[in-house]
């Protein structure tokens, strides 16, 4: 059974771009959730998608979006680039539907903002 | 956000048991309490839930107090490969989960 895949592993952009980070689930995994990690914030909650419509929503400015597709794969858009996005960007899924089961993390994608 | 408290750190001598506290005074009836783990910064693993009654699975212990404010994770018999960072997480509505800041585990040969 495959994990959760994030794709790309590492990029690099420089301030003022936008950048596109995708997340295929688990098969059969109707929930997918973005967290950032940064060395000064930690693990914090982005956004969670759930069967294509945004369900959760954390503290974030509205540069970062987010999208989910009837396959539940999902991604993220964060728009004109500020060096402070710099950070390791985790998905995660679960079946969803408000269970109590675990979330299961990519590997995630590693942003660098120059 | 964070509504867990935990040591920056701890060591722990290899093949002993590791007990790693967390503080959540501020749960709710029906929130849950997660463990996972990170190893240098790949994605976190699971490692054990828990509502109210304390839960074994083949990695680790997770002991709740009575009035759920705190728990203790175990790792029976540490190994070098248990060093990583291990987040006490508070469950909220959905699946929003409460990461605290971590503690660091030093496994030590």
């Known amino acids: ?114 | 956000d964070a509504k867990t408290t935990q040591p920056p750190s701890m060591d722990c001598a290899e093949g002993r048991a590791a007990n790693l506290p967390c503080n959540h005074s501020t749960i709710s009836g029906n929130e849950y309490v997660y463990w996972y783990r990170q190893i240098h910064s790949q994605g976190p693993q699971y490692i054990i839930h828990g509502l109210k009654n304390n839960e074994t699975n083949e990695m680790a212990s997770l002991i709740i107090t009575e009035d759920r404010k705190s728990s203790t994770l175990i790792l029976p018999h540490a190994t070098l490969r248990d060093t990583a960072v291990y987040y006490c997480i508070v469950r909220g509505n959905g699946n929003q989960f409460y990461f605290g800041t971590g503690t660091s585990l030093t496994v030590i040969p």
């Open chain 1, 1 to 114: 059974k495959a994990g959760v895949t994030q794709t790309p592993r590492y990029l690099i952009k420089t301030r003022g771009q936008q950048v596109t980070l995708s997340c295929s689930p688990i098969s059969g995994h109707r929930s997918v959730s973005w967290y950032q990690q940064t060395p000064g914030q930690g693990l914090q909650f982005l956004f969670e998608y759930f069967s294509e419509t945004q369900r959760n929503k954390g503290n974030f400015p509205g540069r970062f979006s987010g999208r989910q597709f009837s396959n539940s794969r999902s991604e993220m858009n964060v728009s004109t680039l500020e060096l402070g996005d710099s950070a390791l960007y985790l998905c995660a899924s679960s079946f969803g539907d408000r269970d109590t089961g675990e979330l299961f993390f990519g590997e995630g994608s590693r942003l660098t903002v120059l």
